[in-house]
């Protein structure tokens, strides 16, 4: 089965930058996209940014462009999410998920997507 891990959450300040990865084992990442979500308390989950298969189509939430970006390491099977002057509203869970569906784009769309992984927490409070 495929599986995602995610990692680099914690607890920040306002103001401060956290670099969330997404590592996949027994799938080769780079062929499919990648998608980041989020939810907070009470809320439901937010699409964040996603990346496609060869990453020419990436897609940011406008409540982080300028803020947050996308990237992905292909020799280490890993998708990354570096965000920047974070807000105590980007607190919530943060998932990684991968479509299997070969589209060229991508979309912040939770239902295209086919695997989660467990999450990470990222709080961003005084």
């Known amino acids: 089965q495929l599986q995602l891990v995610e990692s680099g959450g914690g607890l920040v300040q306002p103001g401060g930058s956290l670099r969330l990865s997404c590592a996949a084992s027994r799938f080769t990442l780079p062929y499919y996209a990648i998608g980041w979500f989020r939810q907070a308390p009470g809320k439901e989950r937010e699409g964040v940014s996603c990346i496609s298969s060869v990453g020419s189509s990436i897609n940011y939430a406008d409540s982080v462009k300028g803020r947050f970006t996308i990237s992905r390491d292909n020799a280490k099977n890993t998708v990354y999410l570096q965000m920047n002057s974070l807000k105590p509203e980007d607190t919530g869970v943060y998932s990684c998920?991968?479509?299997?569906?070969?589209?060229?784009?991508?979309?912040?769309?939770?239902?295209?997507?086919?695997?989660w992984g467990q999450g990470t927490q990222v709080t961003v409070s005084a």
């Open positions: 998920a991968v479509r299997l569906r070969p589209l060229p784009n991508c979309r912040l769309v939770p239902d295209e997507y086919n695997y």
